[in-house]
């Protein structure tokens, strides 16, 4: 039972490049997140899914897209990476009854 | 949007002493979790404590939603017990969206 996946660990991009971040859970959850977290401050909410084919904006989803391709699955992309997506992203899933599980996190220096 | 507030920002203990951290809401919520992210980045789940009082080993919470409050308490500090500290909340009606707060930096010296 892995929890929490995600991948890559670590990537480093220059300014206008692409890429996604992938996340996959094994515990069967409706809900997954996608969250930021910047120096000196908590998170903050990228994009979420309710559900498997649902996805909504969060707090700071300009420059990103997502996609729940199915219940375990939930992307996110950066379409042409800036340095202000500097940062190191989490991804969780919550249980219906409503706690959040994060996986390790996704550390992306774009330059 | 809901505010979440949390004291103090950083705090220094020695090995074995006891400690309170403070979650201040600035409405009503349907959800509060408390998480700890160690020195490694890791964000373990420590509580859900909408309401009530909860303990879990050397830790405890309580969380007092009428006066929007939630305490997180550290018994005997160690130095395991280093990292960073949030409070999420639910604000209700949020539609399943958590706002966390700055977070209180925990150093526990041996």
């Known amino acids: 039972n892995a929890g929490v996946t995600q991948t890559p660990k670590f990537q480093v991009l220059k300014t206008g490049q692409s890429m996604t971040l992938q996340c996959a859970q094994d515990m069967n959850h409706n809900s997954m997140y996608w969250y930021r977290q910047d120096p000196g401050m908590g998170l903050r909410l990228i994009y979420y899914s309710a559900s498997e084919g649902t996805t909504d904006k969060g707090e700071v989803p300009n420059g990103y897209n997502v996609s729940r391709l199915n219940k375990r699955e939930f992307s996110l992309r950066l379409e042409s990476a800036a340095p202000s997506q500097t940062s190191v992203y989490f991804c969780?899933?919550?249980?219906?009854?409503?706690?959040?599980?994060f996986g390790e996190g996704s550390r992306l220096t774009v330059l | 949007g809901i505010q979440v507030e949390q004291s103090p920002p950083d705090l220094i203990l020695q090995e074995g002493a006891n400690s309170t951290l403070r979650c201040n809401f600035s409405d009503s919520v349907n959800n509060l979790q408390w998480f700890h992210q160690n020195p490694w980045g890791q964000l373990i789940n420590l509580f859900y404590?909408?309401?009530g009082t909860k303990q879990n080993g050397r830790l405890s919470a309580t969380t007092v939603a009428t006066e929007r409050y939630s305490l997180l308490y550290i018994s005997s500090s160690q130095t395991t017990d280093s990292g960073v500290y949030f409070c999420a909340v639910e604000e209700s009606g949020s539609a399943r969206q958590l706002t966390f707060g700055s977070g209180t930096q925990l150093t526990v010296l041996p």
């Open positions: 404590i909408p309401s």
């Open positions: 969780a899933s919550r249980r219906n009854t409503g706690e959040l599980f």
